[in-house]
C-alpha cells in the first residue's frame, strides 16, 4: 500500500447491515447487559433517531447473558429467552439490526434465530467449534480480538467463522492486556487487520475499561472515549462499538466504561467527518507497498 492511503476493504451486507468497502460507517451501539425492555427501547430509538439523520448504519448491542465477569456475583443480563425477547422487540419497534454475544455452539444455533448479527466474546475467539456454529448460522459474524491475540493472527479466527452461507466476518479490535489491569490499543492494528481484506470494527468502550478495577466489577476511563474514537476514525476504522447508558453511574454493569448517551450523538458526527478525510486518501486495493 501507498504509505498514509487507506486500504480498502471488501463490503459485506446482511438485511439493514452494510460494512467495509464503500459502507458508510457502522456504529454497534447499547448497553453492555440489557436490564430492561423500557431501556433498551429508549436506547435504541435514539441509536435509531441518529441512523436517520446522519451517514452511518446502526447495530443495536446488549448482552441477554455476561459469561465473563469480574465477580460471579457481578449482573449478568436476563437470561437466553428474556434477553432475545427484548431484542427481537427492538428491532420490531425501530428496525433496528441487533446484536449479542454467545457463548457455545448450542446457543449459536438458538440465539442465530433472532439476532442479525453474531458476537464472539473476546476471550471465546479461540474456540473453533463456536466459531463454526456461529458460521452455519448464515448470519454475519462479528468476532471480539482476545487480547491476547496480535493483528496477524485473526486469518484463522476469520476462517473458522466463515461457511458457505456466511455473510461475512467482522474483527472487533479491543485492545491488548498490558501489565496489570490495564488494556491498551496500538493504533497500528488497524490498517493490518484491514490490510488482511477484514473490516475493522473498533472498540471503544473496552479499550477504555480497567478490568476488574474495582476490585469486584471493571472500572474505566470514559473521558477517554472521544480521544480513542477519532484516532480510531483517522486510522480507517470500518465502524465503531460504543456502550452507551442514559445514566452510566446507574449501570448494572460497566458504567465506568460507558458513554452517555447524550454524548453519542456529536461524536459520531466527528466520526464521520474525520471517515470522509480518511476515505479521500484511500488507495487502490491492489496497489503495491512503496
Do not use: W
Not at 439493514?16 to 459502507?23: D, F, L, S
Not at 493483528?151 to 474483527?171: D, N, Q, S, Y
Not at 501489565?179 to 491498551?184: D, K, P, R, S, T
Not at 478490568?211 to 476514525?233: K, M, Q, T, Y
Request: with cysteine; net charge negative; glycine share 10%.
Amino acid at each position: 500500500m501507498t504509505i498514509g492511503n487507506r486500504i480498502q476493504t471488501p463490503e459485506f451486507s446482511s438485511g439493514t447491515i452494510r460494512v467495509g468497502g464503500q459502507a458508510p460507517p457502522l456504529v454497534i451501539a447499547g448497553p453492555d447487559s440489557l436490564e430492561s425492555l423500557d431501556l433498551a427501547l429508549t436506547i435504541a430509538r435514539h441509536l435509531a433517531d441518529l441512523a436517520d439523520r446522519l451517514d452511518i448504519t446502526a447495530v443495536f448491542k446488549g448482552s441477554y447473558y455476561k459469561a465473563n465477569r469480574s465477580s460471579h456475583e457481578s449482573y449478568r443480563g436476563p437470561g437466553l429467552r428474556e434477553g432475545l425477547s427484548i431484542l427481537e422487540a427492538v428491532r420490531s419497534e425501530t428496525g433496528l439490526a441487533v446484536t449479542s454475544d454467545v457463548h457455545d455452539p448450542e446457543e449459536a444455533i438458538v440465539a442465530g434465530e433472532i439476532l442479525d448479527l453474531i458476537q464472539i466474546p473476546a476471550l471465546l475467539c479461540r474456540q473453533n467449534d463456536l466459531l463454526q456454529a456461529a458460521a452455519k448460522t448464515g448470519k454475519m459474524v462479528n468476532i471480539k480480538k482476545g487480547q491476547f491475540l496480535s493483528p496477524f493472527e485473526i486469518k484463522g479466527r476469520v476462517a473458522a467463522a466463515t461457511g458457505p452461507e456466511t455473510p461475512g466476518v467482522l474483527i472487533t479490535e479491543r485492545g491488548t492486556f498490558f501489565g496489570y489491569g490495564e488494556i491498551v490499543n496500538d493504533i497500528r492494528s488497524v490498517p493490518r487487520i484491514r490490510a488482511q481484506g477484514v473490516p475493522l470494527i473498533f472498540d471503544v468502550s473496552h479499550s477504555v475499561q480497567r478490568p476488574a478495577a474495582l476490585g469486584n466489577r471493571s472500572g474505566g476511563d470514559a473521558e477517554l472515549i472521544p480521544h480513542v474514537a477519532r484516532a480510531a476514525a483517522g486510522a480507517g476504522s470500518d465502524g465503531y462499538f460504543f456502550e452507551v447508558h442514559p445514566e452510566p453511574e446507574n449501570a448494572l454493569c460497566d458504567g465506568p466504561s460507558s458513554l452517555q448517551l447524550n454524548h453519542l450523538e456529536p461524536l459520531i458526527e466527528d466520526l464521520v467527518a474525520i471517515d470522509r478525510v480518511s476515505r479521500s486518501m484511500a488507495a487502490p486495493r491492489d496497489a503495491k507497498d512503496s
